[in-house]
Protein backbone atom coordinates (compact mmCIF):
# COMPACT_ATOMS: atom_id res chain seq x y z
CA UNK A 1 0.00 0.00 0.00
CA UNK A 2 2.80 2.49 0.86
CA UNK A 3 4.17 1.87 -2.89
CA UNK A 4 0.88 2.39 -4.49
CA UNK A 5 0.60 6.07 -2.35
CA UNK A 6 4.27 6.57 -3.12
CA UNK A 7 3.81 5.73 -6.81
CA UNK A 8 0.48 7.92 -7.06
CA UNK A 9 2.18 10.95 -5.30
CA UNK A 10 5.00 10.86 -7.73
CA UNK A 11 2.35 10.68 -10.96
CA UNK A 12 0.72 14.16 -9.14
CA UNK A 13 3.93 15.73 -8.91
CA UNK A 14 4.77 14.98 -12.69
CA UNK A 15 1.11 15.70 -13.53
CA UNK A 16 1.99 19.30 -11.49
CA UNK A 17 5.47 19.70 -13.37
CA UNK A 18 4.51 18.95 -16.73
CA UNK A 19 2.08 22.45 -17.50
CA UNK A 20 5.00 24.70 -15.55
CA UNK A 21 7.53 23.33 -17.60
CA UNK A 22 5.41 23.70 -20.90
CA UNK A 23 4.51 27.17 -19.95
CA UNK A 24 8.59 27.88 -19.17
CA UNK A 25 9.53 26.53 -22.23
CA UNK A 26 6.72 28.67 -24.45
CA UNK A 27 7.60 31.71 -22.44
CA UNK A 28 11.05 30.97 -23.82
CA UNK A 29 10.04 30.40 -27.02
CA UNK A 30 7.69 33.66 -26.96
CA UNK A 31 10.50 35.50 -25.90
CA UNK A 32 12.91 34.54 -28.63
CA UNK A 33 10.11 35.71 -31.15
CA UNK A 34 9.91 38.87 -29.81
CA UNK A 35 13.41 39.26 -30.40
CA UNK A 36 12.69 40.05 -33.91
CA UNK A 37 9.05 40.77 -34.01
CA UNK A 38 7.50 44.62 -34.47
CA UNK A 39 3.94 45.21 -33.66
CA UNK A 40 1.85 48.84 -32.98
CA UNK A 41 1.13 49.14 -29.31
CA UNK A 42 -2.17 50.19 -30.27
CA UNK A 43 -2.96 47.30 -32.67
CA UNK A 44 -1.56 43.90 -31.50
CA UNK A 45 -2.56 42.45 -34.53
CA UNK A 46 -0.36 44.17 -36.80
CA UNK A 47 3.02 42.87 -36.61
CA UNK A 48 6.41 43.15 -39.07
CA UNK A 49 10.08 41.65 -39.29
CA UNK A 50 11.17 44.93 -40.06
CA UNK A 51 10.95 48.86 -38.44
CA UNK A 52 8.45 51.02 -39.57
CA UNK A 53 4.65 52.46 -38.81
CA UNK A 54 1.68 51.00 -38.19
CA UNK A 55 -0.85 51.59 -41.21
CA UNK A 56 -3.73 51.79 -39.45
CA UNK A 57 -2.90 54.47 -36.81
CA UNK A 58 0.51 55.85 -37.70
CA UNK A 59 2.25 54.81 -34.54
CA UNK A 60 5.84 53.82 -34.92
CA UNK A 61 5.91 49.90 -34.55
CA UNK A 62 7.26 48.70 -31.32
CA UNK A 63 10.31 46.08 -31.24
CA UNK A 64 9.65 42.76 -28.69
CA UNK A 65 11.81 42.74 -26.11
CA UNK A 66 13.29 39.16 -24.50
CA UNK A 67 14.44 41.87 -21.52
CA UNK A 68 12.91 41.34 -18.30
CA UNK A 69 10.50 43.98 -17.70
CA UNK A 70 11.44 46.29 -15.66
CA UNK A 71 8.01 47.04 -14.06
CA UNK A 72 7.88 43.56 -12.13
CA UNK A 73 10.54 44.96 -9.68
CA UNK A 74 8.80 48.41 -8.81
CA UNK A 75 8.19 49.46 -5.43
CA UNK A 76 4.45 49.70 -4.48
CA UNK A 77 4.80 50.02 -1.27
CA UNK A 78 2.58 52.93 -0.95
CA UNK A 79 -0.39 53.49 0.00
CA UNK A 80 -2.64 51.95 -2.66
CA UNK A 81 -1.44 49.56 -4.84
CA UNK A 82 -2.46 50.91 -8.04
CA UNK A 83 0.10 53.50 -8.11
CA UNK A 84 3.01 51.99 -8.95
CA UNK A 85 6.15 54.43 -7.45
CA UNK A 86 7.78 53.87 -11.09
CA UNK A 87 10.24 56.46 -12.20
CA UNK A 88 9.17 59.15 -15.08
CA UNK A 89 10.59 62.25 -16.43
CA UNK A 90 8.17 65.72 -17.01
CA UNK A 91 8.21 67.97 -20.29
CA UNK A 92 10.49 69.74 -17.90
CA UNK A 93 13.24 66.93 -18.00
CA UNK A 94 13.03 66.77 -14.16
CA UNK A 95 12.93 62.89 -12.28
CA UNK A 96 9.84 61.90 -10.31
CA UNK A 97 8.16 59.54 -8.58
CA UNK A 98 5.00 58.27 -10.01
CA UNK A 99 3.08 57.96 -6.55
CA UNK A 100 5.50 59.90 -4.09
CA UNK A 101 5.82 63.10 -6.12
CA UNK A 102 2.55 63.38 -8.41
CA UNK A 103 0.00 61.62 -6.64
CA UNK A 104 0.03 60.78 -3.03
CA UNK A 105 -2.55 63.67 -1.16
CA UNK A 106 -3.79 65.43 -4.09
CA UNK A 107 -6.52 65.50 -6.59
CA UNK A 108 -5.39 64.45 -10.00
CA UNK A 109 -6.58 64.01 -13.37
CA UNK A 110 -4.20 61.34 -15.82
CA UNK A 111 -4.63 60.33 -19.33
CA UNK A 112 -2.63 58.54 -21.98
CA UNK A 113 -1.93 60.51 -24.90
CA UNK A 114 1.04 60.46 -27.63
CA UNK A 115 2.30 64.02 -29.41
CA UNK A 116 1.46 61.87 -33.27
CA UNK A 117 -2.06 60.89 -32.97
CA UNK A 118 -4.32 61.92 -35.49
CA UNK A 119 -7.60 61.31 -33.38
CA UNK A 120 -8.21 61.66 -30.55
CA UNK A 121 -5.64 62.80 -28.86
CA UNK A 122 -5.77 66.53 -30.00
CA UNK A 123 -9.11 67.12 -29.30
CA UNK A 124 -8.64 65.27 -25.98
CA UNK A 125 -5.74 67.81 -24.92
CA UNK A 126 -8.02 70.81 -26.19
CA UNK A 127 -10.89 69.72 -24.10
CA UNK A 128 -8.89 69.53 -20.88
CA UNK A 129 -7.25 72.95 -21.90
CA UNK A 130 -10.40 74.28 -21.41
CA UNK A 131 -11.21 72.45 -18.10
CA UNK A 132 -7.79 73.94 -17.17
CA UNK A 133 -9.06 77.56 -17.98
CA UNK A 134 -12.28 76.73 -15.85
CA UNK A 135 -10.36 75.69 -12.53
CA UNK A 136 -8.24 78.86 -13.05
CA UNK A 137 -5.73 79.39 -10.42
CA UNK A 138 -6.43 76.12 -8.28
CA UNK A 139 -4.47 74.29 -11.16
CA UNK A 140 -1.41 73.54 -9.66
CA UNK A 141 -2.37 74.13 -6.05
CA UNK A 142 -5.88 72.11 -5.26
CA UNK A 143 -5.81 70.04 -8.38
CA UNK A 144 -3.47 68.93 -10.93
CA UNK A 145 -3.42 67.40 -14.67
CA UNK A 146 -0.95 64.30 -15.66
CA UNK A 147 -0.86 63.63 -19.54
CA UNK A 148 1.12 59.81 -20.00
CA UNK A 149 2.34 59.29 -23.33
CA UNK A 150 1.95 55.83 -24.91
CA UNK A 151 4.68 56.50 -27.24
CA UNK A 152 7.89 57.05 -25.19
CA UNK A 153 10.43 56.25 -28.06
CA UNK A 154 9.23 59.00 -29.76
CA UNK A 155 7.93 61.67 -26.51
CA UNK A 156 11.03 62.76 -25.40
CA UNK A 157 10.41 65.18 -22.96
CA UNK A 158 11.94 68.05 -25.72
CA UNK A 159 8.66 66.79 -27.67
CA UNK A 160 6.26 66.74 -24.99
CA UNK A 161 7.63 70.46 -23.58
CA UNK A 162 6.96 71.45 -27.64
CA UNK A 163 3.59 69.84 -27.27
CA UNK A 164 2.50 71.81 -24.22
CA UNK A 165 3.38 74.89 -25.43
CA UNK A 166 1.35 74.63 -28.59
CA UNK A 167 -2.07 74.07 -26.64
CA UNK A 168 -0.85 76.69 -24.38
CA UNK A 169 -0.22 74.62 -21.31
CA UNK A 170 -0.29 76.27 -17.94
CA UNK A 171 1.06 75.38 -14.79
CA UNK A 172 -0.26 72.56 -12.83
CA UNK A 173 -0.24 70.26 -15.63
CA UNK A 174 2.15 68.06 -16.85
CA UNK A 175 3.39 65.77 -19.29
CA UNK A 176 5.12 62.77 -18.64
CA UNK A 177 7.47 60.34 -20.25
CA UNK A 178 9.50 56.86 -19.03
CA UNK A 179 10.26 53.25 -19.45
CA UNK A 180 7.98 51.86 -21.59
CA UNK A 181 7.54 48.75 -19.67
CA UNK A 182 6.63 51.12 -16.54
CA UNK A 183 3.56 53.29 -18.55
CA UNK A 184 2.17 49.81 -19.95
CA UNK A 185 2.41 48.55 -15.48
CA UNK A 186 0.32 52.27 -14.57
CA UNK A 187 -1.89 52.16 -17.81
CA UNK A 188 -2.98 48.65 -16.47
CA UNK A 189 -2.98 49.41 -12.80
CA UNK A 190 -5.12 52.52 -13.32
CA UNK A 191 -7.55 50.95 -15.77
CA UNK A 192 -6.40 53.28 -18.71
CA UNK A 193 -5.40 50.72 -21.25
CA UNK A 194 -8.42 49.68 -23.32
CA UNK A 195 -8.50 46.78 -26.14
CA UNK A 196 -7.73 47.60 -29.59
CA UNK A 197 -11.46 48.55 -31.02
CA UNK A 198 -11.88 47.41 -34.77
CA UNK A 199 -14.23 50.50 -35.40
CA UNK A 200 -11.86 52.89 -34.07
CA UNK A 201 -8.74 53.31 -36.52
CA UNK A 202 -6.62 55.13 -33.34
CA UNK A 203 -7.89 52.12 -31.11
CA UNK A 204 -6.78 54.98 -28.42
CA UNK A 205 -9.84 54.88 -25.81
CA UNK A 206 -9.68 58.82 -24.58
CA UNK A 207 -10.26 57.61 -20.86
CA UNK A 208 -9.36 60.33 -17.82
CA UNK A 209 -9.11 59.67 -14.53
CA UNK A 210 -9.78 61.48 -11.56
CA UNK A 211 -9.54 60.99 -7.95
CA UNK A 212 -8.24 62.47 -4.29
CA UNK A 213 -5.86 60.27 -2.79
CA UNK A 214 -6.25 61.91 0.68
CA UNK A 215 -10.09 60.87 0.45
CA UNK A 216 -9.52 57.31 -1.61
CA UNK A 217 -12.19 58.37 -3.95
CA UNK A 218 -11.32 57.78 -7.85
CA UNK A 219 -13.32 57.81 -11.12
CA UNK A 220 -12.80 56.86 -14.90
CA UNK A 221 -14.73 59.18 -17.15
CA UNK A 222 -14.19 59.97 -20.81
CA UNK A 223 -11.28 62.74 -21.56
CA UNK A 224 -14.29 64.60 -24.40
CA UNK A 225 -16.91 64.76 -22.16
CA UNK A 226 -18.58 68.02 -21.16
CA UNK A 227 -15.65 70.48 -19.46
CA UNK A 228 -18.34 71.78 -17.29
CA UNK A 229 -19.33 68.58 -15.66
CA UNK A 230 -16.03 67.41 -15.53
CA UNK A 231 -15.17 70.46 -13.56
CA UNK A 232 -17.91 70.04 -11.46
CA UNK A 233 -16.81 66.36 -10.62
CA UNK A 234 -13.46 67.63 -9.50
CA UNK A 235 -14.46 70.41 -7.15
CA UNK A 236 -17.80 68.53 -5.70
CA UNK A 237 -16.80 64.79 -5.61
CA UNK A 238 -13.03 65.46 -5.48
CA UNK A 239 -13.65 67.20 -2.35
CA UNK A 240 -11.60 70.24 -2.04
CA UNK A 241 -14.40 72.88 -2.21
CA UNK A 242 -16.80 72.77 0.40
CA UNK A 243 -19.75 74.73 -1.29
CA UNK A 244 -22.17 73.10 -3.09
CA UNK A 245 -22.01 73.04 -6.94
CA UNK A 246 -25.41 73.59 -8.47
CA UNK A 247 -24.96 70.52 -11.00
CA UNK A 248 -28.20 72.04 -13.30
CA UNK A 249 -26.76 75.61 -13.74
CA UNK A 250 -23.20 73.66 -14.11
CA UNK A 251 -24.75 71.60 -17.34
CA UNK A 252 -26.92 74.59 -19.16
CA UNK A 253 -23.54 76.53 -18.72
CA UNK A 254 -21.42 73.72 -20.14
CA UNK A 255 -23.29 72.33 -22.90
CA UNK A 256 -25.61 72.31 -26.07
CA UNK A 257 -29.57 71.61 -24.85
CA UNK A 258 -30.98 68.64 -25.97
CA UNK A 259 -33.75 70.85 -28.05
CA UNK A 260 -30.84 72.65 -30.56
CA UNK A 261 -30.16 71.66 -33.82
CA UNK A 262 -27.61 68.79 -34.45
CA UNK A 263 -24.80 71.15 -36.20
CA UNK A 264 -24.79 73.76 -32.99
CA UNK A 265 -24.40 69.79 -31.08
CA UNK A 266 -21.24 68.86 -33.78
CA UNK A 267 -19.58 72.29 -33.53
CA UNK A 268 -19.97 72.51 -29.56
CA UNK A 269 -18.56 68.75 -28.80
CA UNK A 270 -15.96 68.68 -31.74
CA UNK A 271 -14.63 72.24 -32.93
CA UNK A 272 -15.52 74.68 -29.82
CA UNK A 273 -12.57 73.08 -27.78
CA UNK A 274 -9.86 74.80 -30.74
CA UNK A 275 -12.54 76.94 -32.82
CA UNK A 276 -14.57 80.03 -32.48
CA UNK A 277 -17.20 81.57 -34.94
CA UNK A 278 -16.55 85.71 -34.88
CA UNK A 279 -14.82 85.55 -31.12
CA UNK A 280 -11.35 85.36 -32.57
CA UNK A 281 -8.51 82.89 -33.03
CA UNK A 282 -8.12 79.72 -29.95
CA UNK A 283 -5.76 77.54 -30.59
CA UNK A 284 -6.57 76.75 -34.19
CA UNK A 285 -8.41 79.80 -36.16
CA UNK A 286 -11.55 81.78 -35.94
CA UNK A 287 -14.55 80.14 -38.87
CA UNK A 288 -16.28 83.11 -39.21
CA UNK A 289 -17.13 83.13 -43.24
CA UNK A 290 -15.28 79.86 -44.00
CA UNK A 291 -17.84 78.45 -45.22
CA UNK A 292 -17.45 81.46 -48.01
CA UNK A 293 -13.97 82.10 -48.54
CA UNK A 294 -12.78 78.20 -48.69
CA UNK A 295 -13.76 75.71 -51.40
CA UNK A 296 -16.41 73.66 -49.72
CA UNK A 297 -14.84 70.35 -51.15
CA UNK A 298 -11.64 71.27 -49.80
CA UNK A 299 -13.45 72.41 -46.56
CA UNK A 300 -14.88 68.40 -46.36
CA UNK A 301 -12.06 67.48 -46.87
CA UNK A 302 -9.90 69.62 -44.04
CA UNK A 303 -12.96 68.07 -41.51
CA UNK A 304 -12.97 65.07 -42.50
CA UNK A 305 -9.25 64.10 -43.30
CA UNK A 306 -6.74 67.03 -42.17
CA UNK A 307 -4.14 64.73 -42.10
CA UNK A 308 -3.79 63.59 -46.23
CA UNK A 309 -4.24 67.23 -46.40
CA UNK A 310 -0.65 67.77 -44.56
CA UNK A 311 0.86 64.94 -46.19
CA UNK A 312 -0.26 65.56 -49.44
CA UNK A 313 1.21 69.05 -49.45
CA UNK A 314 -1.51 71.09 -49.72
CA UNK A 315 -0.99 74.56 -50.00
CA UNK A 316 -4.00 75.74 -48.06
CA UNK A 317 -3.59 73.23 -45.14
CA UNK A 318 0.36 73.34 -44.67
CA UNK A 319 -0.47 77.24 -44.47
CA UNK A 320 -2.78 77.32 -41.65
CA UNK A 321 -0.47 73.89 -40.23
CA UNK A 322 2.70 76.20 -39.92
CA UNK A 323 0.64 79.35 -38.66
CA UNK A 324 -0.96 77.86 -35.76
CA UNK A 325 2.24 76.28 -34.20
CA UNK A 326 1.69 72.69 -36.01
CA UNK A 327 -1.03 71.78 -33.64
CA UNK A 328 -2.55 68.65 -35.81
CA UNK A 329 -6.05 68.66 -36.18
CA UNK A 330 -7.54 65.48 -35.61
CA UNK A 331 -9.89 63.57 -37.48
CA UNK A 332 -13.58 63.68 -36.20
CA UNK A 333 -14.85 60.48 -37.33
CA UNK A 334 -18.02 62.63 -38.82
CA UNK A 335 -20.45 60.77 -41.56
CA UNK A 336 -20.60 62.46 -44.21
CA UNK A 337 -24.37 63.54 -43.77
CA UNK A 338 -23.05 65.16 -40.36
CA UNK A 339 -19.81 66.72 -42.02
CA UNK A 340 -22.54 68.89 -44.06
CA UNK A 341 -24.70 69.44 -41.55
CA UNK A 342 -21.81 70.90 -39.77
CA UNK A 343 -20.79 73.18 -42.27
CA UNK A 344 -24.28 74.35 -43.06
CA UNK A 345 -24.47 75.32 -39.31
CA UNK A 346 -21.14 77.12 -39.63
CA UNK A 347 -22.94 78.99 -42.72
CA UNK A 348 -25.71 80.03 -40.70
CA UNK A 349 -24.09 80.88 -37.36
CA UNK A 350 -21.65 83.36 -39.58
CA UNK A 351 -24.72 84.77 -41.02
CA UNK A 352 -26.46 85.35 -37.39
CA UNK A 353 -23.13 86.46 -36.29
CA UNK A 354 -22.95 89.60 -38.91
CA UNK A 355 -26.98 90.60 -38.34
CA UNK A 356 -26.39 90.84 -34.75
CA UNK A 357 -22.80 92.81 -35.71
CA UNK A 358 -24.72 94.98 -37.94
CA UNK A 359 -27.81 95.78 -35.35
CA UNK A 360 -25.53 96.93 -32.62
CA UNK A 361 -23.57 98.93 -35.14
CA UNK A 362 -27.34 100.74 -35.99
Not at 50 to 59: H, Q, Y
Not at 183 to 199: A, E, Q, R
Not at 250 to 272: I, S
Amino acid sequence: MKRKYAKLLLLGMLIVSIPVSINFLAGHSFAQQQAVEYSCPMHPEVKSNKKGSCPKCGMTLKQKSVEPDSATNVDVSSSSSHFPNVELITHEGKKVRFYDDLIKGKVVAIELMYTTCKYNCPLETARLVQLQKMLGDRMGKDVFFYSITIEPDIDTPQALKAYAEKYHIGPGWTFLTGKEADIKLISKKLGLDSLPDVNDPDGHTPHLLIGNDATGLWMRNSGLDNTKFLSMKIEQLMGYRAETVDAAAANQAGTVKLNLDKGAYLFATRCAACHTIGNGDKIGPDLLGVTSVRDLNWLRRTISEPDKLIAEKDPIATALFKQYKEVQMPRLGLAEADVDVLIDFMKRETASFRERKKATQN
